[in-house]
């Protein structure tokens, strides 16, 4: 089995920082894409930032400049920092990874953390 966890929610003021970090863990084979969402009350989910295996990163515009998706040297974690935090980056955040449990040709298999809450406050 695959487990996502998460860490790092919580609650600042608008301006302020805040880093998310997600860990894949179990068995795994290899992890290709993974990926930052949000979706906030009432509002459809939306891709916040991804990044694949080998480093090749995208955001969604309205927070270009201000949030960093980045891999650890493992590849099994994804960070999002996320700098100068408005009131609509409120949202439940969730981490999302395409994982390979077999080796090739095995099919890559989505798995989701169990998402963090990140208030911005005004």
């Known amino acids: 089995q695959v487990q996502l966890v998460e860490s790092g929610g919580g609650l600042v003021q608008a301006g302020e920082s805040l880093g998310l970090s997600c860990t894949a863990s179990?068995?795994?084979?290899?992890?290709?894409?993974m990926g930052w969402y949000r979706q906030a009350p009432g509002k459809q989910r939306e891709l916040v930032a991804k990044i694949t295996n080998t480093g090749n990163t995208d955001y969604l515009d309205s927070v270009k400049g201000r949030f960093t998706i980045s891999r650890g040297a493992t590849k099994n974690t994804a960070y999002l920092q996320m700098n100068s935090l408005k009131p609509e980056d409120t949202a439940v955040y969730s981490c999302?990874?395409?994982?390979?449990?077999?080796?090739?040709?095995?099919?890559?298999?989505?798995?989701w953390g169990q998402g963090s809450q990140v208030t911005v406050s005004s």
């Open positions: 179990g068995r795994i084979f290899n992890i290709g894409l």
């Open positions: 999302n990874a395409e994982v390979a449990v077999l080796a090739p040709p095995s099919r890559y298999l989505t798995f």
